[in-house]
């Protein structure tokens, strides 16, 4: 069973806790029954041996802006009721 972690926002507490996929997420912190939320920690991703090639050669290049002189629409509020 993967072990979540959780914080709580209210008071930090950081606690961890085994859930298989189909629990529900827990909702209340154990010190303070606020609500915490779950910490995604990142896994460190392994590239094992050879095979592995970068198919995509394209380098992708954002497009460069539009340069569209765009007016700006301010249209000042009337008088507020
Ligand atoms: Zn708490």
Do not use: L, W
Not at 35 to 54: D, L, N, Q, T
Not at 68 to 73: N, R
Request: aromatic share 8%; charged share 45%; with cysteine.
């Amino acid at each position: 069973m993967p072990v979540y972690e959780y914080e709580c926002d209210v008071c930090n507490h950081r606690f961890e806790k085994k859930q298989g996929f189909h629990d529900k997420p827990v909702e209340k912190c154990p010190k303070c029954g606020g609500k915490p939320r779950r910490v995604i920690r990142s896994a460190p991703v392994i590239f094992k041996g050879s095979g592995f090639y970068i198919t995509d050669s394209r380098k992708k290049v954002p497009e460069p802006e539009k340069a569209k002189e765009k007016p700006a629409e301010k249209k000042e509020k009337g008088k507020e009721k």
